[in-house]
T-cell receptor
Framework: QQQVKQSPQSLIVQKGGISIINCAYE??????FPWYQQFPGKGPALLIA?????SEKKEGRFTISFNKSAKQFSLHIMDSQPGDSATYFCAASAWHNNDMRFGAGTRLTVKP | NAGVMQNPRHLVRRRGQEARLRCSPMKGHSHVYWYRQLPEEGLKFMVYLQKENIIDESGMPKERFSAEFPKEGPSILRIQQVVRGDSAAYFCASSPPAVSYGYTFGSGTRLTVV
């Protein structure tokens, strides 16, 4: 049972462009939505996270947009850089249940 | 703050042997989670543990796999009689108690079954 659906599976963006990764969830009990960044050979690292009481959160070049009614959220990477090339995972969890469910991941390649 | 420590980083086992993967959570974290990642795939939840308790093992295969998080010492993921299909990266994450504030992941153990 896939509780978090992520797209696209892979993404190629030119340097300076905007990278957009989308996720949709099913469980309305989810109330915490983080994004993780994973480089080859490393563990995932928390990048940015949002709770459903806000529709947008921005940290530097990274922005999460959240649409509660549509049960969707997305990651936008502005001015994408080759160093952003990595696999990105969205995730969701509920406060009463520490289990976190992950999307399938998006492999981002930023071409110089 | 040493972060989440996993060892070994790489583990090679022959088919039929046992694999033991260890995870020491971050200081102050009492919740441990194990995930499996196959090449070019996402993170598959396996098991969620607190000290001396398995909270959710819905992602764990029914046979050959077990996990524990004893009162003292690291969490252990144990795979008995390994098969080639068990070859994967196994990640451990930890979190503080109570609400979800995000996981901190270790660097993983890459298991290769030959």
């Amino acid at each position: 049972q896939q509780q978090v659906k992520q797209s696209p599976q892979s993404l190629i963006v030119q340097k300076g462009g905007i990278s957009i990764i989308n996720c949709a969830y099913e469980n309305t009990a989810f109330d915490y939505f983080p994004w993780y960044q994973q480089f080859p050979g490393k563990g995932p690292a928390l990048l940015i996270a949002i709770r459903p009481d806000v529709s947008e959160k921005k940290e530097g070049r990274f922005t999460i947009s959240f649409n509660k009614s549509a049960k969707q959220f997305s990651l936008h990477i502005m001015d994408s850089q080759p160093g952003d090339s990595a696999t990105y995972f969205c995730a969701a969890s509920a406060w009463h249940n520490n289990d976190m469910r992950f999307g399938a991941g998006t492999r981002l390649t930023v071409k110089p | 703050n040493a972060g989440v420590m996993q060892n070994p980083r790489h583990l090679v086992r022959r088919r039929g042997q046992e694999a033991r993967l260890r995870c020491s959570p971050m200081k102050g974290h009492s919740h441990v989670y194990w995930y499996r990642q196959l090449p070019e795939e996402g993170l598959k939840f396996m098991v969620y543990l607190q000290k001396e308790n398995i909270i959710d093992e819905s992602g764990m295969p029914k046979e050959r796999f077990s996990a524990e998080f004893p009162k003292e010492g690291p969490s252990i993921l144990r795979i008995q009689q390994v098969v080639r299909g068990d070859s994967a990266a196994y990640f451990c994450a930890s979190s503080p108690p109570a609400v979800s504030y995000g996981y901190t992941f270790g660097s993983g153990t890459r298991l290769t079954v030959v």
